[in-house]
């Protein structure tokens, strides 16, 4: 199985709508990551959380809010999409002991028309 | 702030080296890395090398690393139409404890039989 997952793999989805993408993961990592990847910018960090009580932004928050359910859990949400939201989007995971390699999910593919 | 820059796109021969090249602005970098994403897929660490190191081979793999210019490259040897992918330069910066790396955009390698 899987070590990080996201649900849902692809969402198509109209501008106003709420939409939540959610990421769980078993290596036991305090810390987790949301990214978007568009093509030709490479990786963006969206938010970031070092343990569950701990949430922080990343380079481009605005219009996004996460959550950190538990340490498994951390789920990304648009509360009303706009088509520039249109990417992938990915989870991450990492150990937090300084060689960070971190571990990524699948990624969700969300459109939002 | 920090910046990771690569060149977008790398094409080859199916047999010949490759060498993507990465360039980094801070100088206080420990960790450097290399990503590979596959079609459809999350990133993987490929490799990393700490900042004390000037080279890591690892199989076709070889990491160079010039601190003075601060310019890291990943050589493959041998390419293989499987190594097609985009590979992403990171850096983790341990002022502020965080180490939270930054990625460059990423260079699709594209591999010709």
């Known amino acids: 199985d899987a070590d990080v997952t996201q649900t849902p793999r692809n969402r198509i989805t109209k501008t106003g709508k709420r939409i939540m993408l959610e990421c769980s993961q078993t290596?036991?990592?305090?810390?987790m990551y949301w990214y978007r990847q568009d093509p030709g910018l490479g990786l963006r960090l969206i938010y970031y959380?070092?343990?569950?009580?701990?949430?922080n932004k990343g380079e481009i928050s605005d219009g996004y809010s996460v959550s950190r359910q538990a340490q498994a859990k951390f789920s990304l949400s648009l509360e009303s999409a706009i088509p520039n939201q249109t990417a992938l989007y990915f989870c991450?995971?990492?150990?937090?002991?300084?060689?960070?390699?971190?571990?990524f999910g699948p990624g969700t593919r969300l459109t939002v028309t | 702030g920090e910046d990771v820059e690569q060149s977008l796109f790398l094409s080859v021969r199916e047999g010949d080296s490759s060498v993507i090249n990465c360039t980094y602005t801070?100088?206080?970098?420990?960790?450097l890395y290399w990503y590979k994403q596959e079609p459809g897929a999350g990133l993987q660490l490929l490799t990393y090398?700490?900042?004390?190191?000037d080279m890591k081979q690892d199989q076709r793999l070889t990491v160079l690393l010039n601190k003075k210019d601060k310019h890291l490259s990943l050589r493959i040897a041998d390419t293989q139409t499987g190594d097609s992918a985009i590979y992403f330069c990171?850096?983790?910066?341990?002022?502020?404890?965080?180490?939270?790396?930054?990625f460059g955009r990423g260079t699709s390698l594209i591999v010709h039989p």
């Open positions: 290596k036991g990592h305090d810390r």
């Open positions: 990171a850096e983790t910066d341990p002022s502020g404890g965080s180490y939270i790396p930054t």
């Open positions: 801070d100088s206080s970098s420990t960790y």
């Open positions: 090398i700490f900042s004390n190191m």
């Open positions: 959380s070092f343990d569950v009580k701990d949430i």
């Open positions: 991450a995971t990492s150990e937090g002991q300084g060689q960070e390699e971190q571990y």
